[in-house]
């Protein structure tokens, strides 16, 4: 792996000063490295960040990966990495007019980690620096505790998808001149909703009694507001002490169930084992630095697909390579006919918004026009469609991205539809057909892929004797049995104490019948019951609720 040479940093820069004038927008140092096939290899188990810290499961990846490619050996373009400076690789086998190409598309990368609402936590860091430190920190407390490092690792990465993502956004875009005071938190919370029980009409009183006071009196408005209620509600004084004195020792219990346990769990904060604590909190922060990726797939890789291809039609370096790149591109964009390609979605679905908010179709006049005719040569020509996605590059996730814009036009436009399977009773094979063209049964099919953890949370009122107990919110998607009893040992081990979970089972499966029909799309939905499973001295038990 090396530095790619001062011939090709000069193209680069030429491409970067491209790409700004089309309004794209990045922090204009970068780093770019030439690497082998096999150096992508080696990295890909850390997700291209080579100072990442050290796990034995790295390594089994990297020899699963070596096999792998020994029977299918293939040439991964490029891979770009959120740090700063932005970090990308090329492989050596790309020529100049490829590189041009995906420069391109990094470039969009780029700009859409520096400029996309969800990666707002990561804008200020320096991840691969940071990574480093960490790096250096395991390895530290690997020579002083040995293999027990490596179980903590495995611990918390078994719930690492149960980081507070969006708990974090919210704290950081979370205006700190109007953050309350406990106090004041209590009284509008818990007070007046769960004491007083307060009607509607008169909590938003108190709220504009407060903003008044807060007008007013900047300085004291606190004691101001408080010295009012404590006329009407001599009472609340104590409420607030009580509940003071409740949660003197509790951290917020919110949907990040890594961080709950990192600052309540009595087994960690005892003195011997606090070191614990620094890499469970290592790997919580690597997982959150990785969750905005996860949840942009589809966005992020139609956005950088878009200007790749935009930028590259009027650069001159096509010249004479035009049939090499609609090769390359046809089949980074091609539509498999089962299965989904994110490049691919995320282009279409990008070209379509652009098309309509160019026409202004993306308006409540339009959508009320039924007649097809009518709507084919609506055309208002706003021209504001290049505004309009990018702005989508601002606010959206994929969720959004999917949930807003997949619409039967779309769904005509492009020829998409659902595959289905069905048994061939003759032949004995399964075989897929195209079970739907309706738009709402695509943006389903989406959406279901998307990456969708569980939300699980601490119930504070049901903890006893200082055994956590943790709440499934069923949404349709039941756990997968055969990881509950070691991710709940980990947990237990962490916590040090019983763990209680409660999620959902099915109790009934789909219509075994169904198995003999032609039919497998048509099986009668399952159903599901609340179970709670508690794991003590690592034995599991489980029943029924």
Same mark, same amino acid.
């Given at each position: 792996?090396?530095? !790619?040479?001062?011939?090709?940093?000069?193209?680069?820069?030429?491409?970067?000063?491209?790409a700004?004038? %089309? $309004?794209l927008s990045f922090q204009n140092e970068?780093?770019?490295?030439?690497?082998t096939?096999r150096?992508l290899l080696?990295?890909?188990p850390k997700?291209?960040?080579p100072?990442?810290?050290?796990?034995w499961?790295?390594d089994?990846?990297?020899l699963? =990966?070596r096999? !792998?490619? =020994?029977?299918?050996p293939?040439?991964?373009?490029?891979?770009?990495?959120n740090?700063?400076?932005?970090?990308?690789?090329?492989?050596?086998n790309?020529?100049?007019w490829?590189?041009?190409?995906?420069?391109?598309?990094?470039?969009a990368? +780029?700009?859409?980690?520096q400029?996309n609402?969800?990666?707002k936590?990561t804008?200020n860091d320096?991840?691969? $620096?940071a990574a480093?430190a960490?790096k250096?920190?395991i390895?530290?407390?690997?020579s002083e505790?040995g293999?027990?490092?490596?179980?903590i690792?495995?611990?918390t990465r078994?719930?690492d998808n149960?980081?507070?993502f969006?708990?974090?956004?919210?704290?950081?875009?979370?205006?700190k001149?109007?953050k309350?005071?406990?106090?004041?938190d209590? #009284?509008?919370?818990?007070f007046l909703?769960k &004491?007083?029980?307060t009607s509607?009409?008169?909590?938003?009183?108190?709220i504009?009694?407060y903003n008044?006071?807060?007008?007013k009196?900047?300085?004291?408005?606190?004691?101001?507001?408080?010295s009012?209620?404590?006329?009407?509600h001599?009472?609340?004084e104590?409420f607030f &002490?009580r =509940?003071?004195n409740n949660n003197?020792?509790?951290?917020?219990? $919110?949907?990040?169930?890594?961080k #709950?346990i *990192?600052?309540?769990?009595?087994?960690?904060?005892?003195?011997k084992?606090r070191?614990?604590?620094?890499?469970v909190? &290592?790997?919580r922060?690597?997982?959150i630095n990785?969750e905005p990726?996860?949840?942009?797939?589809?966005l992020?890789?139609g956005?950088?697909?878009?200007?790749?291809?935009?930028?590259?039609?009027?650069?001159d370096?096509?010249?004479?390579?035009e049939?090499?790149?609609a090769r !390359?591109n046809?089949?980074?964009?091609?539509?498999?006919?089962?299965g989904?390609?994110p490049?691919a979605?995320?282009?279409?679905?990008?070209?379509?918004?652009?098309?309509?908010a160019?026409?202004?179709k993306?308006? #409540?006049?339009?959508?009320?026009?039924n007649?097809?005719n009518?709507r084919e040569?609506y055309?208002q020509?706003?021209?504001? $469609?290049?505004k #309009?996605?990018?702005d !989508?590059r601002d606010?959206y996730?994929?969720f959004?991205f999917i949930?807003s814009?997949?619409d039967?036009?779309?769904?005509d436009?492009y020829?998409?539809y659902v595959?289905g399977r069905?048994?061939?009773?003759?032949?004995g094979?399964?075989?897929y057909?195209?079970?739907?063209? *309706? %738009? =709402?049964?695509y943006k389903k099919?989406? +959406?279901?892929s998307l990456y969708?953890?569980?939300?699980?949370t601490?119930?504070e009122s049901k903890?006893?004797?200082?055994?956590?107990?943790?709440?499934?919110h069923?949404?349709?998607?039941?756990l997968?049995q055969?990881?509950?009893?070691?991710?709940?040992?980990?947990i237990e081990?962490?916590y040090?104490?019983?763990?209680?979970f409660?999620?959902?089972e099915?109790v009934?499966?789909?219509?075994d019948a169904?198995?003999n029909?032609?039919?497998?799309d048509?099986r009668?939905e399952?159903?599901?019951k609340?179970?709670l499973?508690?794991?003590k001295n690592?034995g599991l038990?489980?029943?029924?609720?």
């Open positions: 792996m090396k530095l !790619i040479d001062q011939r090709i940093k000069k193209i680069m820069e030429r491409c970067k000063e491209n700004t004038k %089309a $309004g970068t780093l770019e490295y030439i690497v096939n150096d080696d990295l890909s997700n291209m960040i100072t990442l810290y050290d796990y499961v790295h089994i990846k990297i699963q =990966e096999k !792998i490619y =020994e029977l299918y293939n040439n991964p373009y490029e891979t770009v990495i740090t700063r400076p932005a970090i990308s690789f090329y492989n050596d790309n020529p100049d490829l590189n041009v190409m995906i420069f391109y598309h990094v470039l990368h +780029i700009d859409f980690f400029n609402s969800l990666y936590h804008w320096d991840f691969a $620096g480093l960490d250096r920190l390895a530290d407390l690997r505790n293999r027990w490092v490596d179980y690792i495995e611990f078994g719930i149960l980081t507070g969006y708990d974090e956004l919210a704290e950081i875009n979370f205006p001149e109007i309350a005071s406990k106090k004041i209590f #009284y509008f919370d818990v909703n &004491i007083l029980k509607t009409s008169k909590y938003y009183k108190e504009d009694r008044e006071c807060k007008k009196f900047p300085d004291m408005f606190e004691t101001i507001f408080f009012e209620i404590e006329k009407k001599p009472e609340f104590s &002490i =509940e003071k003197k020792d509790k951290q917020s219990a $919110g949907s990040d169930i890594i #709950y *990192n600052d309540n769990s009595k087994f960690l904060n005892e003195r084992n070191w614990m604590k620094s890499v909190e &290592i790997v922060k690597t997982a990785f990726q996860i949840r942009t797939k589809i992020n890789e956005w950088a697909s878009y200007w790749h291809e935009k930028l590259f039609l009027q650069d370096s096509i010249t004479g390579h049939v090499d790149f !390359i046809a089949r980074v964009m091609s539509m498999p006919k089962a989904l390609n490049y979605i995320g282009w279409r679905l990008l070209m379509h918004i652009e098309e309509l160019n026409k202004g993306l308006s #409540y006049n339009y959508q009320k026009i007649d097809i009518l040569k055309n020509k706003t021209n504001s $469609g290049l #309009y996605i990018f !989508i606010n996730s994929d959004m949930n814009f997949v039967q036009e779309f769904v436009k020829k998409l595959v069905r048994l061939n009773p003759g032949k094979v399964f075989e057909y195209v079970k739907s063209k *309706n %738009a =709402e049964d099919m989406l +959406i279901d969708h953890p569980p939300h699980i601490v119930e903890i006893k004797n200082n055994e956590l107990y943790l709440n499934h069923f949404e349709g998607k039941p997968v055969e990881y509950i009893h070691n991710t709940m040992i980990g081990y962490l040090g104490s019983s763990v209680h409660e999620t959902s099915i009934k499966k789909h219509d169904a198995w029909r032609t039919q497998f048509n009668s399952p159903e599901y609340r179970v499973y508690t794991i690592k038990s489980k029943k029924f609720l």
